[in-house]
């Protein structure tokens, strides 16, 4: 089992920069894949990026691709998400989750959650 603390949400203006961490809990973070989602209000919880237990292999949604980045550091269980040229519809709250090396972009592949951190991007 693992346990997932996010932070680093903020509230920035469009065009800015901002970089989420999740610190894990566990001995056993490497052997995660681990994934971002974001829930923004009145919307449904939507997959964001997925990184491999080792970091060798990425994916991202097509909203965030070439603005995000998804990255992980084994040694300290923690995986991160740089995000850069915000806009308005980046506002949500972000979550990072924690699966096996078979998850990918459903929420149901992700038994471990977070609590959230949330960003808002101005205009």
């Known amino acids: 089992q693992v346990q997932l603390v996010e932070s680093g949400g903020a509230s920035v203006q469009a065009g800015g920069s901002l970089r989420l961490s999740c610190a894990a809990s566990?001995?056993?973070?490497?052997?995660?894949?681990m994934g971002w989602f974001r829930q923004a209000p009145g919307k449904e919880r939507d997959f964001v990026a997925r990184?491999?237990?080792?970091?060798?292999?990425?994916y991202y949604s097509d909203s965030v691709k070439g603005r995000f980045t998804i990255s992980r550091d084994n040694a300290k269980n923690t995986v991160y998400l740089q995000m850069g040229s915000l806009k308005p519809e980046d506002t949500a709250v972000y979550y990072c989750?924690?699966?096996?090396?078979?998850?990918?972009?459903?929420?149901?592949?992700?038994?471990?959650w977070g609590q959230g951190t949330q960003v808002t991007v101005s205009s």
């Open positions: 990184i491999s237990w080792n970091g060798g292999s990425t």
């Open positions: 566990g001995r056993t973070f490497s052997s995660y894949a």
């Open positions: 989750a924690a699966g096996p090396s078979s998850a990918w972009f459903r929420i149901s592949d992700y038994p471990y």
